[in-house]
């Protein structure tokens, strides 16, 4: 049974830097893109970063040069780690696994079918 679990979401104030992980179980890591998502109240939920088997990540617009996604293999273990942290960035945070193996690695949420319980990441001005 796949299962992943995300942890180190926290409240920060505007400009600080949080590291969250997530821990991977139940499955072969190391062929699937993983990716972390984020949701607000009354938002649609959306992708933040993705990373691919081979490490090449790729990152939502609003994030980039200072979000750096990460993965090691060996620990079946994604990291995401957030720089200069906005109150825009205030989400409920998820892990999650592509569909398929198969399936080009992406910023589509529609293409993710396991899901981590979520991790709360506050920003305040």
């Known amino acids: 049974q796949p299962q992943l679990t995300e942890s180190g979401g926290e409240s920060v104030q505007s400009g600080g830097s949080l590291r969250l992980s997530c821990a991977a179980s139940g499955f072969a890591f190391e062929y699937y893109c993983m990716g972390w998502f984020r949701q607000s109240p009354g938002k649609e939920r959306e992708a933040v970063a993705v990373?691919?088997?081979?490490?090449?990540?790729s990152y939502t617009e609003s994030v980039k040069a200072r979000f750096t996604i990460t993965r090691d293999n060996a620990k079946n273990a994604l990291s995401l780690q957030m720089n200069d942290l906005k109150p825009e960035d205030s989400a409920m945070y998820f892990c999650?696994?592509?569909?398929?193996?198969?399936?080009?690695?992406?910023?589509?949420?529609?293409?993710?079918?396991?899901w981590g319980q979520g991790t709360q990441v506050t920003v305040s001005s």
């Open positions: 999650a696994r592509m569909h398929r193996t198969t399936y080009s690695c992406q910023l589509d949420v529609t293409k993710f079918g396991v």
């Open positions: 990373i691919d088997d081979d490490g090449a990540p």
